[in-house]
């Protein structure tokens, strides 16, 4: 008799965490199909669109796809707990895994790397993939956004390799970090972010205990304080103590370079902070036995990730960005990355999430404040909200009215902003379209670009 196979059905199958898993286990020949209540709304077609061409079936998320034959539903904490979906295979009797859970399982059955810290994990983790694959090391990595190179079937968060190792982006948001028992773990920093600093302090420390090896910023006092006394490789761009030390950072035909123990590289990426991701990346493959100046080499062929800084174009000497940045720290590192490449920035901030927003309202406030330059515009529309039962007790205004540096403007509506920084930028001009979650940003820049009057 043949084998039944085992049918999985992912409930928010469109997030990046889900698309990944789902992606995997499709390509492994399990049964995959899902919902997403974007994809009920009409909206991110061209991903849902490239789910179904791997041969995932979608539902609408009314409990429709949930049956009695299903292996498992997989779903994550953005997902409310009472919407038919679950409630149906409650009813069914159906095993509900959290997608953490399923994403530790696949971790430990290779060598774990996992990539933690409150930014930078998704570029870190793109690198490193990026980095074994072309080495030959054939990793399978697990991302939480899109790799532009190597070039991969279906949505770009996974490289389907089948070595020993296993990389992930680990997830502190959730708490799911402290799922992971890994090979390798790194930690690029520990600021402010979805949690508070208490709560992130001893889900990091207690994710370095678990691993065999860290890679720890030495410019990040939060993370030093953590592991001082494990064994570790630090990198830094300010103290030479440190195991890698990058310095001579400087701009050259467009592109950053820096010097690794005299001997120096590029990036095609921008910003000193992408050059600290970088060190990350080499401290880890080094540990695996790459040599750090092949490593380093290596990754001058590094193209990036979608939303980080990503150039969508430029129209009449005016260039229009899409970036990810979404708390303090990585917004004052793309608005002085820019600030050094740009005359004027006008920035589009959509904050997402009323209890994220809630918590880092203070931040915001200090960080724009701090970075934006007097000639810069800000733009802020309401707090994108993906549904739930947060309590809406804050908004946009009450960040946006305390920016004082630079001109600001609370928009209603994208039309109003749109209208706005086209009217008014120039060129050697940027427009920034900067927020999370929320996929239709990106189609937001490429509108921008296509108003543009060459």
């Known amino acids: ?233 630090t990198f830094s761009l300010e103290d030479a103590s440190a195991d890698l030390f990058a310095d001579n950072i400087h701009i050259k035909d467009q592109r950053y370079h820096y010097e690794l123990d005299g001997k120096e590289f590029s990036l095609q990426t921008p910003g000193n902070h992408n050059i600290a991701n970088a060190l990350t990346a080499i401290a880890a493959a080094e540990f695996l036995g790459v040599d750090r100046y092949h490593a380093a080499k290596t990754l001058e062929g590094f193209l990036g990730v979608r939303r980080r800084l990503e150039m969508i174009g430029e129209k009449a000497g005016i260039t229009v960005i899409d970036d990810f940045a979404h708390n303090p720290d990585k917004i004052a590192a793309t608005l002085d990355t820019l600030n050094a490449i740009y005359k004027r920035l006008f920035i589009f901030f959509q904050p997402h999430g009323f209890a994220p927003t809630r918590l880092m309202k203070e931040g915001y406030i200090a960080s724009f404040n701090a970075h934006l330059s007097t000639d810069d515009y800000l733009l802020m529309p309401e707090i994108y909200f993906a549904g739930g039962t947060a309590a809406k007790d804050i908004s946009s205004k009450d960040i946006v009215s305390k920016i004082h540096p630079a001109q600001h403007l609370f928009c209603e509506n994208r039309q109003l902003a749109k209208d706005s920084m086209l009217n008014a930028a120039e060129s050697g001009d940027a427009i920034v379209i900067m927020g999370a979650r929320d996929d239709t940003l990106t189609d937001f820049a490429r509108e921008i670009l296509s108003e543009i009057k060459a």
């Open 1 to 233: 008799m043949k084998p039944v196979t085992k049918s999985y059905f992912f409930c928010g199958i469109g997030g990046s965490g889900m698309s990944a898993l789902a992606q995997i286990l499709c390509a492994r020949g399990y049964a995959v199909s899902g919902s997403d209540r974007s994809h009920d709304y009409g909206e991110s077609s061209a991903k849902f669109e490239a789910l179904q061409n791997l041969g995932i079936e979608l539902f609408k998320q009314d409990g429709s796809g949930v049956h009695k034959g299903l292996h498992k539903v997989i779903a994550s904490t953005a997902i409310e707990a009472e919407i038919p979906d679950l409630s149906t295979a409650k009813a069914c009797g159906i095993e509900i895994q959290k997608r953490s859970s399923l994403l530790a399982e696949l971790f430990h059955q290779g060598q774990g790397i996992a990539i933690g810290g409150t930014s930078g994990k998704s570029t870190v983790t793109a690198m490193l993939g990026y980095l074994l694959h072309a080495l030959d090391f054939d990793p399978l990595v697990i991302n939480g956004a899109t790799i532009v190179n190597p070039i991969s079937d279906g949505l770009g968060n996974i490289i389907l390799g089948k070595g020993e190792n296993v990389l992930i982006e680990a997830d502190e948001s959730d708490g799911s970090i402290e799922l992971y028992k890994p090979y390798i773990a790194t930690i690029n920093n520990i600021t402010l972010d979805h949690k508070p600093l208490e709560e992130l302090r001893i889900l990091f420390a207690d994710f370095a205990q678990r691993a065999h090896h860290c890679v720890i910023n030495k410019d990040c006092p939060e993370s030093m304080a953590l592991f001082a006394d494990l064994p570790a490789t």
